[in-house]
């Protein structure tokens, strides 16, 4: 996870949006290789400049169109409908620098030619990359504290974001008595708990580095000593409100 303005952002994520950009980089370059002369093409080198320029312009209106936002793009058919707008809106702009500066005009009929390059490119692209979402690749596994609203929020969030990078390995709730359990690593469990004894030797077994902390009544509860003994051990640990 790399942490921004307080907010964690999967690392997996940062390399899907500069992978996706460096499609449509490769895509105009194909397009370029293929309608310029062999000469030009290798010995212009403010054509990479002017690839860059709209590479730019591109990714930004794929951002705007709300492609990054994998809860919106989750079916092939509002993929496409929102690419083909993006690009769309990419064309206009890109004609607007264009008049304004002719010199960052790359060649006639490139920009009609990569359309192609980058469909094929982002979707393939995409489709790898909702594999490894789906099958849990890279998660970062959490323990979740609470039973309240505000956890279920927080699991909801996590099983509808698909690529908000956490899985929730283990959900402690807190009851009257102590419940007998069975932790299974390979799925999430619920676990009810009368204390938080044991909170840190059980993220230590099943390689945990963050507790996520989401308790709606925290009167004579609080697992205080426990949870400092987890943050002395190097666990990071986190409020349930602004966790997202």
Not at 125 to 133: A, I, P
Not at 160 to 189: E, L, Q
Request: proline share 1%.
């Amino acid at each position: 996870m790399l942490r921004i303005f307080k907010q964690y952002y999967p690392i997996r994520n940062i390399f899907f949006v500069i992978g996706e950009g460096l499609m449509i980089y490769a895509s105009f370059i194909f397009a370029s290789w293929i309608i310029l002369e062999t000469e030009s093409f290798h010995f212009d080198q403010w054509l990479w400049l002017k690839i860059l320029l709209v590479t730019f312009v591109c990714q930004t209106c794929l951002y705007y169109n709300d492609l990054y936002d994998l809860k919106i793009t989750d079916s092939l058919i509002e993929l496409g409908i929102r690419l083909l707008q993006a690009l769309g809106a990419a064309a206009i702009f890109l004609a607007g620098i264009f008049i304004i500066f002719p010199g960052t005009i790359i060649g006639q009929g490139i920009f009609v030619v990569s359309i192609g390059f980058i469909i094929l490119l982002i979707v393939s692209w995409r489709l790898c990359y909702m594999q490894v979402l789906s099958h849990g690749m890279f998660d970062q596994k959490i323990i979740l504290l609470g039973s309240g609203d505000l956890a279920q929020n927080i699991i909801n969030e996590i099983n509808d974001k698909k690529d908000c990078g956490y899985s929730v390995t283990v959900n402690v709730r807190g009851c009257s008595d102590n419940t007998d359990f069975t932790i299974d690593k390979n799925i999430s469990a619920t676990i009810y708990k009368k204390d938080y004894n044991g909170l840190c030797e059980m993220a230590k077994e099943l390689s945990i580095s963050k507790i996520v902390v989401a308790l709606t009544d925290r009167r004579g509860t609080f697992p205080s000593r426990e949870l400092l003994k987890c943050r002395v051990d190097g666990i990071d640990i986190l409020e349930g409100t602004s966790f997202y």
